[in-house]
T-cell receptor, first 118, second 114 residues
Framework: AQSVTQLDSHVSVSEGTPVLLRCNYS??????LFWYVQHPNKGLQLLLK??????LVKGINGFEAEFKKSETSFHLTKPSAHMSDAAEYFC????????????????FGKGTKLSVKP | GAVVSQHPSRVICKSGTSVKIECRSL??????MFWYRQFPKQSLMLMAT?????????EQGVEKDKFLINHASLTLSTLTVTSAHPEDSSFYIC??????????FGPGTRLLVL
């Protein structure tokens, strides 16, 4: 069975410093992995996704994530935080990708709240 | 990009009443839509998969008679919380699948049952 663990419930950084949001997963299949961001009072937005192509995935707003199979990790990084990055971030694994070609059911981590200090 | 709307965004109701939440894909057709529930400080939990023209598939532990799902068209799925109770108070989010690519999420509906 698939599962996702986000290791930090809250991360606080200063503006201009690097961001690291950690995510570990377990999967019986070759997983598809995603990072979503949720700003207050807004819907979830896809940041990036890994679907067995390049292990370093670049997303929107300067974020990127690296799929490391040996470590079962998919950490999200950004070189320099911006105030607008303050939001909640969810690491997600899909449990049906590759079987029926659909994203299918998404299994969410508990989320990491990112705070950015001026 | 693709847009998914939810209505209402916020609803307060009395215990025992029913509440209907709509999820619409505004600029694409979605054969499959998903309904999630988010408890405070917890992750999103999939409640059910809604397929246009057929019965919804519910996750284990989700009461299908309590959470009625209707996917009447390729752009609309509805979730009805029947005989709502305070423990049903939560944040409900839908997503719509565009082709076999990506899910697009609605902004969510916050339900408060008094």
């Amino acid at each position: 069975a698939q599962s996702v663990t986000q290791l930090d419930s809250h991360v606080s950084v200063s503006e201009g410093t690097p961001v690291l949001l950690r995510c570990n997963y377990s999967s019986s299949y070759s997983p598809s992995l995603f990072w979503y961001v949720q700003h207050p009072n807004k819907g979830l937005q896809l940041l990036l996704k890994y679907t067995s192509a390049a292990t370093l995935v670049k997303g929107i707003n300067g974020f990127e994530a690296e799929f490391k199979k040996s470590e079962t990790s998919f950490h999200l990084t950004k070189p320099s935080a911006h105030m607008s990055d303050a939001a909640e971030y969810f690491c997600v694994v899909s449990d049906l990708m590759g079987l029926i070609g659909s994203q299918g059911n998404l299994i969410f981590g508990k989320g990491t709240k990112l705070s950015v200090k001026p | 990009g693709a847009v998914v709307s939810q209505h209402p965004s916020r609803v307060i109701c009395k215990s025992g009443t029913s509440v209907k939440i709509e999820c619409r894909s505004l600029d694409f057709q979605a054969t499959t839509m998903f309904w999630y529930r988010q408890f405070p400080k917890q992750s999103l939990m999939l409640m059910a998969t809604s397929n246009e023209g057929s019965k919804a598939t519910y996750e284990q532990g989700v009461e299908k008679d309590k959470f009625l799902i209707n996917h009447a068209s390729l752009t609309l799925s509805t979730l009805t919380v029947t005989s709502a109770h305070p423990e049903d108070s939560s944040f409900y989010i839908c997503s719509a699948e565009r082709g076999k690519e990506t899910q697009y999420f609605g902004p969510g509906t916050r339900l408060l049952v008094l």
